[in-house]
């Protein structure tokens, strides 16, 4: 009945009021409160078949030797704390702008459309994505009461109803801010990152399987720090979900490559 309900007043909203994609700015057609038109929802770039199968780093430069599974530089020397990641697509192109409406708008509808997408990747590799609570990378709170709000929440939040898993949008605090600045070179990101977060007292974390969710995950730096804290109090494991991955990363590649 909600669902009825909805569509047909998202019926009724586009009949007065047509809407426009905002990425490829064609009328939209079909009633949806995603306002992104189905052709630009179908381009956002895939992981490639080359990618590290841990935390799908796409390694296109690189085949598996003999069967061998293919397995990052980053990955190879342990050093993410979190178990294994994964994401949507890649970041580039129309996601980019996906995201952007995401994080300055508060396109909640976009938040919930990329939930089902990675809710769709959980079931498909149902015991390796296995998890028990959900956790979104939080913003520091200065930072969120600037903004009004978190955008990884606007992801983890119905990701956690489709999976049915509790979500716990408090569990993780950023203790200290991002410098503010905007772009960070890959060892400041790094630096910025290193215990700036937190587990509330009484979180209530302890043996629990964590997925952890972002928009973005670039060096793999910000993720890595929030498993550490996660699993400093007690987290059994971790599991990064992000809607897109930076198609480069210097951590991943090869001794001697080129990527
Ligand atoms: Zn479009
Ligand atoms: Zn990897």
């Avoid at 009945?1 to 994609?21: H, K, T, Y």
């Avoid at 192109?93 to 300055?104: C, D, E, Q, T």
């Avoid at 979104?136 to 930072?143: A, E, Y």
Wanted: hydrophobic fraction near 45%.
């Amino acid at each position: 009945m909600r669902g009825w309900l909805a569509e047909a007043s998202d019926a009724i909203v586009s009949l007065f009021f047509p809407a426009e994609c905002r990425i490829c700015d064609k009328l939209l057609t079909r009633a949806s409160r995603v306002p992104i038109c189905p052709e630009c929802l179908a381009s956002f770039e895939a992981p490639p078949v080359n990618k590290c199968e841990l935390c799908w780093q796409p390694l296109v430069e690189i085949t598996a030797a003999g069967g061998e599974p293919l397995v990052c530089r980053a990955c190879q020397q342990k050093t993410y704390a979190f178990e294994r990641a994964r994401n949507f697509g890649l970041y580039d192109g129309p996601l980019v702008r996906a995201i952007l409406l995401l994080k300055w708008e508060r396109i909640e509808p976009l938040g919930s459309w990329f939930a089902q997408r990675l809710a769709e990747m959980a079931a498909r590799e149902a015991q390796l994505l296995a998890g028990d609570i959900v956790v979104p990378v939080p913003l520091h709170r200065d930072r969120e009461r600037e903004r009004g709000f978190n955008q990884a929440g606007l992801i983890s939040k119905p990701l956690a109803r489709k999976l049915g898993l509790p979500h716990k949008a408090v569990l993780l605090m950023r203790i200290r801010p991002r410098p503010n600045k905007q772009l960070l070179s890959f060892e400041e990101r790094w630096e910025s990152v290193r215990g700036a977060f937190a587990t509330r007292p009484g979180g209530q974390v302890d043996n629990k399987r964590v997925l952890l969710v972002d928009d973005v995950m670039t060096t793999g730096a910000t993720l890595d720090a929030c498993a550490r804290a996660l699993l400093e109090s007690g987290a059994k494991s971790v599991i990064g979900l992000t809607v897109a991955r930076a198609a480069r990363n210097p951590l991943s590649a090869p001794r001697n490559g080129t990527l």
